[in-house]
Nanobody
Framework: QVQLVQSGGGLVQPGGSLRLSCAAS????????IGWFRQAPGKEREGVSC????????YYADSVKGRFTITRDNAKNTVYLQMNSLKPEDAAVYYC?????????????????????????WGQGTQVTVSS
């Protein structure tokens, strides 16, 4: 079955860390740009971090810059989002997405709504809760 399968997430205290994983099944991730997105209740889905399919370039939203790190392990066909120094405002459902045609990481992260969320594959979403 061709899909993205997410894992990780959960409840963490402010200042804590979590790592999200996004594993591809049925296709090879290294041909795709990958993005992590999040959606909090009552808010639009927003791009958090994206990584290129070509040169490994990355994009981070200003709100997570310096705290989150996106990496890809092509051998494991998996992309990760390491989240450190988590804040209550980071709480949301996090989604990964893959697209083979997007040309820049900025486009992938910033144009998700403009593109009507029309990326090739989406993960199932995972809840991240940041609370003491």
């Amino acid at each position: 079955q061709v899909q993205l399968v997410q894992s990780g997430g959960g409840l963490v205290q402010p200042g804590g860390s979590l790592r999200l994983s996004c594993a591809a099944s049925g296709f090879t991730l290294d041909s795709y740009a990958i993005g992590w997105f999040r959606q909090a209740p009552g808010k639009e889905r927003e791009g958090v971090s994206c990584i290129s399919r070509t040169d490994g370039s990355t994009y981070y939203a200003d709100s997570v810059k310096g705290r989150f790190t996106i990496t890809r392990d092509n051998a494991k066909n998996t992309v990760y989002l390491q989240m450190n120094s988590l804040k209550p405002e980071d709480a949301a459902v996090y989604y990964c997405a893959a697209d083979i045609t997007i040309t820049t990481v900025e486009d992938m992260c910033l144009l998700v709504a403009v593109r009507n969320f029309d990326y090739d594959y989406w993960g199932q979403g995972t809840q991240v809760t940041v609370s003491s």
